[in-house]
């Protein structure tokens, strides 16, 4: 197969994440390109610099079409919990049909760090943890102690309510005192 070449290529890598409904990842996407996956990186990178709606996620790349765009509010949710808890958190958002888009937490060296999520369904939360337990990796959280921010969309307010209700049960809610 012939390596495909700069702007082709990103063309060809737009279409491929326009097309696709679950994430793509970044090896996937230079298999098909036939380059490294630095270079999809650097690609990813430019067509983002040039407005295209592409997030990235522990799946891979999402490109999020206009309707997914305007069809949901969103909230950032304060919470707190072990590492141990990390996944019933997830799923306790997933279940009352909400979007987990990122977790924040506040590093008192480098100040405000953000990280992608992009968790929808159980299926998500399962893949999304077994990506953390395989690489070993620590959660965000771990840098404060438990304590950190989810930015949470959902198809209304009414959902988002109910999650923090369903958090504030599970005690994974942080509530102002």
Same mark, same amino acid.
Request: charged residues 20%; aromatic residues 4%.
């Given at each position: 197969m012939k390596k495909m070449l700069g702007e082709e290529r990103r063309l060809q890598i737009l279409a491929q994440l326009k097309k696709s409904n679950t994430p793509i990842t970044g090896? =996937?996407? #230079? $298999?098909? #390109?036939?380059?490294?996956?630095?270079?999809?990186?650097? =690609?990813?990178?430019?067509? $983002?610099?040039r407005n295209e709606p592409i997030i990235a996620t522990s799946q891979g790349y999402i490109y999020m079409h206009q309707n997914q765009l305007y069809?949901?509010?969103?909230?950032?949710?304060? !919470?707190?919990?072990?590492?141990? =808890?990390? $996944?019933?958190?997830?799923?306790?958002?997933?279940? !009352?049909?909400?979007?987990?888009?990122?977790?924040?937490?506040e590093h008192?060296?480098?100040?405000?760090?953000?990280?992608?999520i992009m968790v929808s369904n159980r299926h998500d939360v399962e893949k999304f943890v077994q990506s953390v337990n395989d690489t070993q990796a620590n959660y965000l959280s771990a840098l404060t102690g438990g304590t950190h921010l989810h930015v949470i969309s959902a198809?209304?307010?009414?959902?988002?309510?109910?999650?923090?209700?369903?958090?504030q049960k599970k005690g994974y809610l942080v509530i102002d005192q």
């Open positions: 090896t =996937d996407l #230079a $298999k098909f #390109a036939n380059v490294s996956r630095q270079v999809i990186v650097n =690609d990813i990178t430019l067509l $983002k610099a069809q949901t509010v969103e909230r950032t949710i304060p !919470c707190f919990h072990t590492p141990e =808890d990390a $996944k019933d958190e997830l799923m306790v958002i997933v279940d !009352c049909g909400g979007t987990v888009k990122n977790v924040i937490v008192p060296i480098y100040g405000e760090i953000t990280a992608s198809p209304s307010v009414e959902i988002l309510d109910l999650i923090e209700h369903n958090l």
